[in-house]
């Protein structure tokens, strides 16, 4: 089955700073990848999302880039405010249905 | 609109107790997903429905836990026989269906077994 791997773990950024976030996925097939935002207490929140017949994809202070032959795929923000502080997971799925998750990114945005 | 709906928000029971977790998509929606997602992990898929067809239950870890869908719409994710390491929250997300890829959240059920 696919495998996701998410790094890093945890991370700080000053407000205003860029945040960067890298996912790896193995299963070659998979050709969509959705970033969730999980705020605490809630469940997760799509923000943005890119299939493999795209090599970017920017929406506003966020945007995410892929690989294709490297089978990574990174999420950026830019401008952090102390509202992007989360949770953030990446996915990977080849066949729309079933996503693979990372194990998850928490961000806090110092002020 | 109403979003995705769990019941109960929090649950304590006791090792070796049945548990019912409920789930209310979206209205309209055909596909709904169960995940866990333990302490500083990320979402581990369970269970997946799609209209009338067959469910997925590939991602179930035991036989202790069944999920069912009434009527298309409500479902119940049951675990027979708790135990400690069952403790985790347990998410369900609903999709409109078709090509429409997002997957729609609830606030989760907390479960922790003593």
């Known amino acids: 089955g696919e495998n996701v791997e998410q790094h890093p773990s945890t991370l700080s950024v000053q407000e205003g700073d860029s945040a960067v976030i890298k996912c790896t996925y193995s299963d070659s097939a998979s050709n969509y990848f959705p970033w969730y935002k999980q705020e605490l207490g809630k469940g997760p929140q799509l923000i943005i999302d890119i299939r493999s017949n795209v090599g970017e994809k920017k929406d506003q202070r966020i945007a995410v880039t892929l690989n294709k032959t490297a089978k990574h795929f990174s999420l950026h923000i830019t401008e952090t405010q102390p509202e992007d502080s989360a949770v953030y997971f990446c996915a990977a799925s080849r066949n729309d249905y079933k996503l693979s998750f990372g194990a998850g990114t928490t961000v806090t945005v110092r002020a | 609109g109403a979003g995705v709906s769990q019941s109960p928000s929090n649950k304590v029971t006791e090792k070796g107790k049945d548990v019912e977790l409920r789930c209310d998509p979206i209205s309209g929606h055909t596909a709904l997903y169960w995940y866990r997602q333990s302490l500083g992990q990320g979402l581990e898929f369970l269970i997946y429905?799609?209209?009338?067809?067959?469910?997925?239950k590939s991602g179930l870890p035991s036989d202790r836990f069944s999920a069912e869908r009434t009527g298309g719409s409500v479902s119940t994710l049951t675990i027979q026989r708790t135990q400690q390491e069952d403790s985790a929250v347990y998410l369900c997300?609903?999709?409109?269906?078709?090509?429409?890829?997002?997957?729609?959240f609830g606030p989760g059920t907390r479960l922790t077994v003593l």
């Open positions: 429905f799609q209209g009338n067809s067959a469910p997925d």
């Open positions: 997300a609903s999709r409109i269906g078709g090509t429409d890829n997002e997957q729609f």
